[in-house]
């Protein structure tokens, strides 16, 4: 295990290199980066998804929930609008 910019502690999967965890008082924070293959012109790609629960959980399920209903509704309503469909 090695130390991250903050001088925590850094966990690692074994076997792979590109997923790290850290945990910053009682928040987990894992860090995704994409291999060379996989990254758009080159560019390097980080992904960090933090592990929120109790409360903090609870706000952002109910934010996913509203976002996704949103999308789900645009769809919906472009789709009775003849978008999309194959042509006849």
Known sequence: MGGNEHGEGREKQEGDA?????????TRIISYNLN??????????????????????????????EALREYLLWVR???????????T
């Open 18 to 26: 590109n997923i790290a965890g850290e945990t910053l008082g009682n």
């Open 36 to 65: 060379e293959d996989e990254r758009p012109g080159g560019l390097k790609v980080r992904f960090k998804v933090r592990v929120e629960t109790g409360r903090k959980a609870a706000v952002w399920d109910a934010r996913q929930a």
């Open 77 to 87: 309503q472009h789709r009775s609008r003849g978008h999309g469909e194959p042509p």
